[in-house]
């Protein structure tokens, strides 16, 4: 079955950096188009970023474009979030997403940005 496993949360002082990863297996990873959600507290879950499925085509979130970059490994079935600059407003659980006429999330992992 598929199943979307994100690892690479935590907590992170203001200013610093994070890689989540998410790995993807039950499916063929290298043909579809993924995407980073995120939701903080008492808020709804928001688009970060999108990676077409050979990863020559990223967008971003407008609060997130020149600190965060989207990739992939399709030889590993995984695909990264490299997080810099890291704003207290960047605390959320951040979701895996992907959308194979059925959609699927990952559990989630934490981040929290605070001093």
């Known amino acids: 079955q598929v199943q979307l496993v994100e690892s690479g949360g935590g907590l992170v002082q203001p200013g610093g950096s994070l890689r989540l990863s998410c790995a993807a297996s039950?499916?063929?990873?290298?043909?579809?188009?993924m995407r980073w959600y995120r939701q903080a507290p008492g808020k709804e879950r928001e688009l970060v970023a999108v990676?077409?499925?050979?990863?020559?085509?990223?967008n971003y979130a407008d609060s997130v474009k020149g600190r965060f970059t989207i990739s992939r490994d399709n030889a590993k079935n995984t695909v990264y979030l490299q997080m810099n600059s890291l704003k207290p407003e960047d605390t959320a659980v951040y979701y895996c997403?992907?959308?194979?006429?059925?959609?699927?999330w990952g559990q989630g992992t934490q981040v929290t940005v605070s001093s």
């Open positions: 997403y992907a959308n194979l006429l059925r959609i699927y």
């Open positions: 039950g499916f063929i990873f290298s043909r579809y188009a």
């Open positions: 990676i077409s499925s050979a990863g020559d085509s990223t």
